[in-house]
């Protein structure tokens, strides 16, 4: 069959759309209520006998350029290939991933595209036995713009990638075999609005779909819910109806198997009426109770039923009031993240499996509101929402990121008129399909795409179709600033504080809603302080709460190339943006970060608001449902669980509950862990902590140890061992006892023994202030002994211990002196060595990264037993998802496995660590001033910072420690604000770490 393809709309700016149908709402046909029954809404598309899901295999061309594409295509002499839809090129073979952040792909210059851009031809096969019905082909989501041709004629056109197009095809079908023909543009006038942060696929990624309806049947129809104000609800169902006959319209209204109310009316093409159920007494939906009715539509026509819908819906209302969100009356926070449609094997196309998986994952981890970044999702995933119980800020497919960041032209589409209809066509679009939504909590204009004046327009007339409020934040960079919330992206601690504090800031801060749609940037470790913005959340009325950045990492997966993940730059792109894809709570195959575990306790709906002694007071934070959970309670006394007993929680919404637990009190650090079990699921988990002062017992030795000096070296003789100094270096060289050598002798790093460290591999929150690190070469970093002093000759005998002091310059390789560091040793008879860093002076070092003693032992102490914070990696601004305890490990598995490595073993609050070998030998080591950050490795930070993937990160036949009395914050600068000031430090004078290190044999 000859096809005439070619054509320019996707180059014609007067062009965006042609012959495309009236958006409506996404719905299934069914012919019978026994076919109905049989699926729900993860099958339905695919059951039901009016409608043929055309995925599966297509006939497939990809051209490399435009003009390399025939003016006719013969189908039946055409050399294909043969491509599963859905898919994408970019996963197929046929173009190599690609991936930007904020820029475009090509030089931009809105509207022009490069003509000559990669195209892709499909072709499907379709039977029809039927031409008495109407058929309508809906395509779910194609990336760049398509043509769409039926037996050889042209049907029409459509932009949006991620907005459903649908054509009406009738009239073109013959009975048996029908052809259809797909062009599919990569870019077109409208990649302008798609300028949005990840890869970026083409082809079609999304179910295509064809319905086969009768003459008479239901176009479209609207479940328009309002409240009345004595707490019943009115529904109407509104419809737009195709009608050759006069039929009978019905709507019936279920609970479950129960029939709640029904209704009928009839209709002929001349009168489209619409059904309204007055003052139902129904039970509202929320993300804690997501309570669904069953709405039937039918059609009928002399008693035969020609078409049933079904569609979920449930009673909600929402309100602003002042600066108050309120949902079914109450002031709901949002404890949200930012979700893309991405799978490492698939790019953008997901199956009702992989969207389900993250809709479960949403309610495992406490998140209750997902923002669709930055486009509306597959129909399907908002069935999920509404069925599992998800607050849903639905986002419109517009994006010009790349005006500002290449053009420094912010408003180049979003002010300019000419784009107007694009704009609107993409909001219309979403509103109409997805308005029956009960999830549906706040319409979004889009992300990042810089103006006002095409929003004041999409904003000014979905209003005239909604009472849902509407968000687009990137109107508080403009006179505007809000619509009807006022919405910020990685707003700084301070500001947030003051915000939900209610004062302090301009008036304009506190007039309506504050959300942000973005905030705390879960870029590889971190996001550090995710606590204080949910405190703030959960403390402040006029807070509705925000969205982190974001769900799971984007990565392509590679079955059999060197790296298991690939991200920006690894796939040959001119530009790229890097691992910056590479920023979610999740690692592709959404096995979860411990950012994903830190917020899931930071979104915990029961929190131990006051404890007094053995009393706590709980609080349930939920709105509308009970905490009804168990909850198991542990003692433990210095990391030991010493007693435990359960409580079976039942407090009512915005209560809290005291108890008072049977605890015999001990001597020690003290903590309560609280355990929130709903059956045998871990909700979360949180501690009460009181820490006893740290009490070190002197070493229990009566005779000091034996001197011997010889060329070089300083022996320090104990029981069984000794611990020699280089007298030339001042450098601890070697540490043995009972012929077990504990250094390292030929570290990795540039410092046998003891060392000091101010250097951590980059996480990639350092992405930006460890520009400064590498101007100070910080990794090249080392002491040097002071020569105006006595190197590691001058020791003292002070009554039971051995006495060494050095003094060191800590210099880069430029010889750039960064501090002054005293380092003393006592060392005993029993072989126990007390060590001490002081820092006596330093330069200023911009975040600096951390201070402390390193120590590289064989390779072979690779066991860890640790009393600290744990038992994933934290920092001091990141361990809401860590408990004080006692933990195993091995070195090995101190590391999350971050697809870009980075430093990742860190345990605050250590009292004392101790690291073996396989028979149990090796040292422990005790913090004497308080308690340190604790860190182990296979590699020196060094190394981690030069590995690009966690394949290139070698083991390095090393175990290499750090003992830190100061390390940096995780914050949240890849995206957001820096450290606070308590968890950051400029200047290391005045820091101080003292470890006893005494060996286990």
């Not at 006029?542 to 392509?556: K, Q, S, T």
């Amino acid at each position: 069959m000859i096809f005439k393809i070619k054509n320019d709309n996707y180059k014609s700016f007067d062009v965006f759309k042609d012959n495309v149908l009236t958006p409506r709402s996404y719905f299934i046909p069914f012919s019978s209520p026994e076919e109905m029954a049989k699926t729900d809404i993860r099958t339905e598309r695919y059951s039901s006998s009016m409608v043929d899901c055309l995925s599966g295999e297509w006939d497939f061309i990809y051209y490399k350029r435009e003009s390399d594409l025939p003016s006719e295509l013969d189908t039946d002499t055409a050399r294909f290939d043969r491509v599963v839809v859905p898919s994408v090129w970019q996963h197929t073979g046929y173009e190599k991933p690609y991936y930007l952040n904020s820029r475009y792909p090509f030089k931009p210059n809105p509207p022009e595209i490069p003509v000559d851009c990669p195209v892709g031809v499909y072709h499907r096969v379709f039977d029809v036995d039927n031409l008495d019905k109407c058929y309508v082909i809906s395509f779910l989501g194609v990336s760049g713009g398509l043509d769409v041709f039926v037996n050889g004629k042209y049907i029409g056109y459509s932009e949006g990638s991620h907005n459903t197009a649908e054509f009406e095809i009738t009239n073109t079908l013959t009975e048996g075999e029908n052809h259809l023909v797909v062009v599919n543009h990569k870019w077109t006038n409208g990649t302008y609005l798609e300028c949005q942060d990840m890869f970026r696929d083409n082809g079609i990624f999304r179910d295509v779909l064809l319905y086969k309806t009768d003459k008479n049947s239901v176009y479209d129809f609207e479940a328009k819910i309002t409240f009345n104000t004595d707490y019943t609800y009115n529904l109407d169902v509104i419809p737009a109806l195709k009608l050759v006959d006069e039929c009978e319209l019905s709507a019936t209204l279920l609970d479950g198997n129960e029939l709640v109310s029904a209704r009928s009316v009839n209709v002929d093409s001349k009168q489209i009426d619409k059904i309204t159920f007055s003052s139902l007494e129904v039970e509202e939906w929320s993300a804690e109770y997501p309570k669904l009715y069953t709405l039937v539509v039918s059609l009928s026509k002399g008693g035969e039923v020609i078409e049933l819908i079904r569609r979920p819906i449930g009673f909600k209302h929402i309100k602003i009031t002042g600066n108050v969100f309120t949902f079914n009356n109450k002031n709901i926070k949002l404890l949200g993240v930012n979700h893309h449609d991405t799978n490492p094997k698939t790019g953008y196309a997901m199956t009702a499996e992989d969207m389900e998986r993250d809709v479960r994952l949403f309610k495992e981890y406490n998140v209750n509101c997902v923002r669709t970044s930055h486009y509306p999702p597959d129909p399907m995933f908002l069935d999920l929402c509404d069925e599992y119980g998800i607050y849903v800020v639905d986002e419109a497919d517009i994006e010009t990121h790349g005006c500002e960041t290449e053009l420094h032209r912010p408003g180049a589409c979003s002010h300019n008129p000419d784009w107007q209809p694009r704009y609107w066509d993409r909001v219309y679009r979403m509103f109409q399909r997805d308005k029956n939504h009960p999830s549906i909590t706040m319409w979004s204009l889009g992300n990042e795409a810089h103006g006002y004046k095409n929003q004041d327009y999409c904003y000014q007339e979905l209003k005239k179709y909604t009472d849902i409020p509407i968000h687009y934040e990137g109107v508080c960079r403009t006179k505007r600033w809000a619509y009807d919330v006022v919405s910020q992206m990685y707003p700084w601690f301070y500001l947030v504080e003051r915000i939900a504090r209610g004062s302090g800031l301009p008036k304009k801060f506190y007039t309506k809603p504050y959300f942000m749609c973005e905030y705390a940037h879960a870029m590889g470790l971190g996001a550090g302080e995710l606590e204080t913005y949910v405190k703030a959340f959960l403390n402040s009325d006029n807070m509705l709460g925000g969205c982190i950045w974001e769900f799971a990492d984007h990565e392509i997966y590679n079955e059999d190339g060197p790296y298991k993940y690939t991200y920006g730059g690894d796939h040959g792109e001119n530009k790229h943006d890097g691992n910056f894809c590479v920023d979610g709570l999740f690692f592709p195959d959404r096995t979860p970060h411990s950012g994903a575990l830190q917020m899931k306790n930071c979104y915990r709906p029961v929190r131990c608001i006051k404890h007094d002694g053995n009393s706590i007071e709980l609080y349930n934070y939920k709105y509308f449902t009970n905490a009804d959970y168990k909850l198991c309670w542990s003692y433990l006394v210095d990391g030991k669980s010493v007693q435990n007993g359960e409580i079976q929680l039942d407090i009512e919404p915005r209560k809290s509950q005291g108890f008072e637990l049977d605890i015999q009190r001990m001597e020690g650090d003290q903590a309560i862990t609280l355990r929130y079990f709903d059956g045998d699921f871990e909700v979360a988990c949180e501690q009460v902590v009181e820490l006893a002062d740290v009490k070190n017992a002197p070493v229990d030795c009566t005779a000091p140890p034996t001197i011997d000096i010889s060329e070089r070296r300083l022996y320090v003789n104990f029981d069984n061992g000794c611990f020699v100094f280089d007298t030339a270096t001042g450098e601890a060289v070697s540490y043995q006892k009972n012929g077990r050598e504990y250094f390292n002798t030929a570290p990795f790093g540039a410092t046998t023994g003891f060392g000091i460290g101010v250097y951590r591999a980059p996480i990639d929150n350092d992405m930006h202030f460890k520009n400064n690190w590498n101007k100070l070469s910080l990794e090249t970093a080392r002491p040097f002994i002071k020569k105006a002093k006595a190197p590691a000759r001058a020791f003292s005998i002070v009554e039971n211990k051995v006495v060494i002091s050095n003094e060191y310059t800590v210099k880069t390789i430029a010889k750039k002196k960064l501090c002054d560091v005293t380092v003393t040793y006592e060392i005993y008879s029993d072989g126990s060595v007390l060590v001490n860093a002081k820092c006596t002076d330093s330069i200023n070092i911009r975040f600096a990264p951390r201070f402390g003693l390193t120590l590289e032992m064989p390779r072979a102490f690779s066991n860890v037993e640790y009393y600290g914070m744990g038992d994933g990696p934290n920092v001091s601004d990141y361990l809401e998802h860590t408990l004080l305890g006692i933990y195993n490990s091995t070195v090995a598995d101190m590391h999350e496995q971050y697809i870009k490595p980075q430093a990742s073993s860190m345990r605050t609050g250590v009292r004392w660590a101790r690291v073996t070998d396989d028979d149990g030998c090796g040292l422990l080591f005790t913090s004497v001033d308080g308690r340190v950050t604790f860190s182990a490795d296979h590699y020196t930070p060094q190394q981690c910072a030069k590995a690009n993937h966690i394949e290139e990160l070698q083991d390095c036949n090393t175990t290499f420690l750090g003992f830190d009395s100061y390390h940096l914050g995780a914050g949240s600068n890849a995206c957001g604000p820096v450290p606070s000031k308590e968890y950051k430090c400029n200047n290391l004078k005045g820091q101080n770490v003292s470890i006893l290190v005494t060996p286990v044999e």
